[in-house]
């Protein structure tokens, strides 16, 4: 059963590219999380997703940010214009279910700004 | 997949009771940190302690790390009901990879 994938391992983004990030949970789970890490902190929560729902989004920023999780398919992060302070390594965790304590970690995405 | 270890990986004791989880990591780190999850929600940073650090305090939390035996300790004091969560240990190797454990399950019974 292979782990939670992410893909890119290494992004590089100009100022007001895009960036993509994807996530391939555990096979069998059906939520996935996001985390962003900055440099020499821990894990910010960032969103949560269920299968074609966003069940907590608490951790979003307002603008430029938003996450999916179709029925097929990886989750995606996409961030918009991207800025230098949006560089970041970006995990990715998967769980099988709503009241499941487990969380699977991806190896995670490292995005650079330039 | 998981890496790490966390003993033990269920705990359940009284209100008031003090509380220790223990994680073990595999090679270097640059540092450890500590998180927690309730159920249904995303991981809550708790504490991050560094490789030359042997000892951190926040609150009712204590974390301990030694390096020598690589391994690293979460104690939660008087601890109350709504501590009742799963605590993760997370290692950030010197290469920035970050592994997790599979967490240690902790039940206060009030």
């Known amino acids: 059963n292979a782990g939670v994938m992410q893909n890119p391992r290494h992004l590089v983004r100009r100022r007001g590219q895009e960036a993509r990030l994807r996530c391939s949970p555990m096979?069998?789970?059906?939520?996935v999380y996001w985390y962003r890490q900055l440099p020499e902190e821990g894990l910010k929560f960032m969103v949560y997703l269920q299968k074609e729902n966003i069940i907590d989004e608490s951790g979003m920023p307002k603008e430029r940010f938003s996450a999916e999780f179709p029925k097929e398919g990886p989750s995606i992060l996409r961030i918009q214009q991207v800025v230098r302070g949006d560089s970041a390594a970006y995990f990715c965790?998967?769980?099988?279910?709503?009241?499941?304590?487990?969380?699977?970690f991806g190896p995670g995405t490292r995005l650079t700004v330039t | 997949s998981q890496q790490g270890e966390e003993d033990p990986q269920a705990l359940s004791i009284q209100e008031g009771e003090n509380a220790t989880m223990n994680c073990s990591y595999k090679t270097s780190i640059n540092n450890l940190q500590w998180y927690r999850q309730n159920s249904g929600r995303g991981l809550v940073h708790l504490i991050l302690i560094r490789s030359n650090e042997r000892e951190k305090h926040s609150g009712r939390l204590r974390v301990t790390l030694d390096t020598s035996k690589k391994s690293s300790s979460l104690l939660i004091t008087a601890s109350r009901a709504a501590d009742t969560a799963s605590y993760f240990c997370?290692?950030?190797?010197?290469?920035?990879?970050?592994?997790f454990g599979a967490g240690t399950r902790l039940t206060v019974k009030p």
């Open positions: 096979k069998g789970h059906s939520h």
């Open positions: 965790a998967s769980s099988p279910g709503l009241s499941a304590y487990e969380q699977y």
């Open positions: 997370a290692s950030l190797y010197n290469n920035n990879d970050m592994r």
